[in-house]
């Protein structure tokens, strides 16, 4: 999968006023701060586009932004349509949103402005839905039998579906690994600065240790090329994967599976949580899993430690042993009931509420 250059809405100049100078210094205060590419680029795509909005409008300054101007521009978003004639979501509405109140509490605190007036808008109330799509055991194992494990792309994409569906990483998290990240002896891969720039470790299960360790064996120095920079997955040109492209290449995955449905990357994450939810595993245990920090803002994450970690996705996950006869001691399955007493459990609708929301670029 070579990495596709794309043309970026960033790439093109705003008209030079002072709204667009502020928007320059605040990415660049985030970019002192740490925040994350992704942050930037989904915070400047979107107070850039109401930006454009406001140059339609003759609006230049800070100041000549009031709160009946949000409050037009949250009436625009509504009645907005994309080029498929669809009305935008109220998540993609609400992104759009809460981008501008980050950008003017910003400018506020910066003395940029006297008064923040996106401090009191509304935002659109976001729907608490269940996945659109998961798969069974049976479904996801027909998925996994679709790449040529005889080619090098192929059988990478094997190892890639294997991670995916063992240990429901992001994206993101699955094309940054490194090949020092990955513990065969323990089975265990280390995700570095996963979301919100958080390590974690997370159990993998022993099948997809073994296409890992015959995909580095066989496909990988295939692929790699000098100097190399122990990524983990590699393109054909022995380069980062890309993202867009991993999305396409799961997607055809689950399309040419014929199973009835559809996704791709996020689909695994999906299906690896309702899995383990059907084998026993409490909540929390997936919520480490997938490395949510708060499943809503009531909920207060809980650490746990990654053998006991290792010991439910074993007993829980249908894809984790090798063996058939190869278990753990069902009694750890107990420790669950003793580990935060009194403490409300997240439920498992809080969980997916959570995965369907999470920003991990919708589409994978």
């Known amino acids: 999968m070579a990495r596709v250059k794309r043309a970026s809405v960033m790439d093109k100049p705003l008209a030079p006023t002072q709204l667009a100078a502020l928007l320059h210094e605040h990415i660049t205060a985030l970019r002192v701060r740490d925040y994350s590419e992704n942050t930037i680029r989904c915070q400047h795509v979107h107070v850039r586009y109401f930006l454009e909005w406001c140059a339609e409008r003759g609006l230049t300054e800070a100041v000549e932004v009031t709160r009946p101007v949000l409050e037009r521009y949250q009436r625009h978003l509504f009645h907005q349509r994309k080029r498929d004639g669809e009305p935008l979501s109220f998540r993609s509405q609400h992104a759009k949103l809460v981008a501008l109140r980050s950008w003017f509490k910003w400018l506020t605190r910066q003395n940029h402005i006297l008064h923040n007036p996106a401090s009191e808008l509304e935002l659109p109330r976001l729907p608490h839905r269940l996945p659109r799509h998961v798969l069974t055991a049976q479904e996801a194992e027909q998925v996994l039998q679709q790449p040529d494990i005889h080619d090098p792309i192929g059988l990478r994409d ?4 294997e991670v995916l569906y063992s240990t429901g990483m992001r994206r993101m998290e699955v094309i940054s690994l490194k090949l ?3 513990d065969t002896d323990r089975g265990t891969i280390l995700i570095r600065l996963g979301k919100g720039k958080k390590d974690r470790f997370v159990p ?3 099948r997809a240790v073994a296409w890992l360790e015959k995909y580095v064996r066989e496909a990988r120095p295939q692929l790699s090329t000098e100097p190399d920079t122990g990524t983990l997955f590699l393109s054909h040109t022995g380069e980062e994967i890309n993202r867009d492209m991993l999305t396409m290449a799961v997607r055809a995955y689950v399309l040419k599976a014929k199973i009835g449905k559809s996704g791709a990357c996020h689909l695994f994450r999906h299906t690896m949580a309702t899995l383990m939810l059907e084998g026993g595993a409490d909540v929390r245990f997936i919520q480490e899993m997938l490395g949510h920090a ?19 996705h074993s007993a829980s996950h249908p894809a984790a042993m090798l063996r058939a006869d190869h278990h753990e001691d069902s009694e750890t399955m107990l420790v ?3 580990m935060w007493p009194g403490d409300p459990a997240p439920t498992a609708d809080e969980l997916f509420a959570a995965l ?5 670029d919708e589409n994978a």
């Open 158 to 161: 094997r190892a890639i579906l």
């Open 180 to 182: 020092y990240d990955l």
């Open 204 to 206: 993998v299960g022993d």
């Open 294 to 312: 708060r499943l809503d803002t009531t909920q207060i994450y809980t650490r746990v430690s990654i053998r006991m970690l290792k010991q439910i």
């Open 336 to 338: 669950q009931s003793h």
């Open 356 to 360: 369907d929301s999470e920003d991990d």
